[in-house]
């Protein structure tokens, strides 16, 4: 995905957004199962590209959410569980992929993600 300027034009900064969908409500700790194995996590880290996963819940008919998570460029493992802390729904969160993805390519190693994990 590329991101977007204030006229909807396509800047040069992009990201990866690997979404899995699920019909399943959040587990009793609130948060979702997830399935992105550390094979997975260790593909999207070698792309030296900003990635993130997310996950639509479907558990409401007509009332589907979009959370995301971005993969820390240290994680070992893969990812079974995803909280829903970051509703791409909000304009802030919106907005907190788009600072964090513009710092990622603003420095020429691009470094691991720090923000919206």
Sequence with gaps: MYLLDANAQRLGPFFFLQVKTTLKAPDTTGAYAL???????????????PFFVGIVDRSTIRRERIYVKGID?????????????????????????????S???????????????
């Design 35 to 49: 399935r992105f194995s550390a094979r997975a996590v260790a593909r999207a880290q070698a792309m030296k590209t």
């Design 73 to 101: 460029a240290g994680l070992p493992t893969g990812i079974t569980r995803l909280e829903p802390r970051h509703d791409l729904a909000e304009d802030a969160v919106k907005i907190a992929i788009y600072n964090e993805v």
């Design 103 to 117: 710092r990622v390519w603003a420095l020429r190693n691009n470094p691991p993600l720090r923000r919206l994990l």
